[in-house]
């Protein structure tokens, strides 16, 4: 499984931008989706999570209201839609995948396949 995430840049504080994440040769029909980002000298934090299935939705606490994931099994792209930014959101942003399963959806060990990372950056 190979991710290509996209989508970041610069942006002020309170702007929007959307991130896309594609899985290239294959589908993600099956797979559970997720974002996380990280800051240098921190651990990677989740973000957000898709369940396979559409059932199921997850999101860190502080990006709630203002973030929504969601997917396109279509073109095997899931994407973060990211409203009301905030400095604190600058971070370099990873898309990752996983098989369906009951792994718990907010922990990076329970995901197989990444993406290389976008930055986004929102300045003040």
């Known amino acids: 499984v190979q991710l290509q995430a996209s989508g970041g840049g610069l942006v002020q504080a309170g702007g929007s931008l959307r991130l896309s994440c594609a899985r290239t040769?294959?589908?993600?029909?099956?797979?559970?989706m997720a974002w996380f980002r990280q800051v240098p000298g921190k651990e990677r934090e989740f973000v957000a999570a898709?369940?396979?299935?559409?059932?199921?939705?997850y999101y860190l606490d502080s990006v709630k209201d203002r973030f929504i994931i969601s997917r396109d099994d279509a073109k095997n792209t899931v994407y973060l839609q990211m409203n009301s930014l905030k400095p604190e959101d600058t971070a370099v942003y990873f898309c990752?995948?996983?098989?369906?399963?009951?792994?718990?959806?907010?922990?990076?060990?329970?995901?197989?396949?990444w993406g290389q990372g976008t930055l986004v950056t929102v300045s003040s």
């Open positions: 898709m369940r396979w299935d559409w059932g199921n939705t």
């Open positions: 040769g294959g589908t993600i029909s099956s797979l559970e």
């Open positions: 990752a995948a996983k098989p369906r399963g009951t792994t718990i959806v907010e922990m990076p060990s329970s995901y197989l396949y």
